[in-house]
């Protein structure tokens, strides 16, 4: 039901410094696109490409990273 979960009992972790932080920024941004096959025995299958990259200053927790993920949906009958 969630008794104690208020953070008076926290110990410390992986996050100690994050509280100590000041003046730090950071932002992200993303681009994106897809196709859905329209006829043929793949009929509906889509693909989906997305680039986000996420910038930080030297000391921001998170850091700066690049990310790129394609995916592809095809669906399927079961019975």
Request: charged residues 15%.
């Amino acid at each position: 039901r969630g008794w104690g979960i208020d953070g008076t009992h926290y110990a410390g972790g992986g996050y100690d410094g994050v509280q100590s932080m000041d003046g730090e920024t950071h932002y992200e941004y993303g681009i994106g696109t897809s196709y859905a096959v329209q006829s043929g025995p793949l009929k509906a299958t889509a693909i989906r490409a997305t680039y986000t990259a996420h910038r930080a200053s030297d000391n921001q927790a998170d850091g700066s990273l690049n990310e790129f993920r394609l995916v592809t949906t095809i669906p399927f009958n079961i019975l």
